[in-house]
């Protein structure tokens, strides 16, 4: 790999990685933060803060993985270091 596609795979890895730890720290402090302003309203009967901090979480991060996933291999595949090349 040359050395300029090198720096722009390491460019978009860097992003990415940026861009997912900053969702990962808003899901997991920032809603917990709000979680007395988001009781206020209800899902199928439970408040929304209590819902997040339990459940919606969790399933925000597993998507946060594949989203993640799927771009990374997108990148690898645009700099031609994609693992089946």
Same mark, same amino acid.
């Not at 979680?35 to 199928?44: C, D, G, P, R, T």
């Given at each position: 790999?040359?050395?300029?596609?090198?720096?722009?795979?390491?460019?978009?890895?860097? $992003?990415?990685?940026?861009?997912?730890?900053?969702?990962?720290?808003?899901? $997991? @402090? !920032?809603?917990?933060?709000?979680?007395? *302003?988001?009781?206020?309203?209800?899902? /199928?009967?439970?408040?929304? !803060? @209590?819902?997040?901090? /339990? *459940? !919606?979480?969790?399933?925000?991060?597993?998507?946060?993985?594949?989203? @993640? /996933?799927?771009?990374q291999d997108k990148i690898d595949r645009e700099c031609g270091?994609?693992e089946d090349e």
């Open positions: 790999m040359s050395k300029d596609m090198n720096e722009l795979h390491w460019k978009k890895t860097s $992003s990415l990685m940026i861009v997912m730890m900053v969702l990962w720290a808003i899901f $997991s @402090f !920032g809603i917990h933060l709000f979680v007395n *302003q988001l009781n206020a309203i209800k899902i /199928a009967g439970f408040p929304l !803060g @209590f819902y997040m901090a /339990a *459940q !919606g979480s969790l399933i925000i991060f597993v998507a946060m993985l594949f989203w @993640f /996933a799927k771009a270091v994609a």
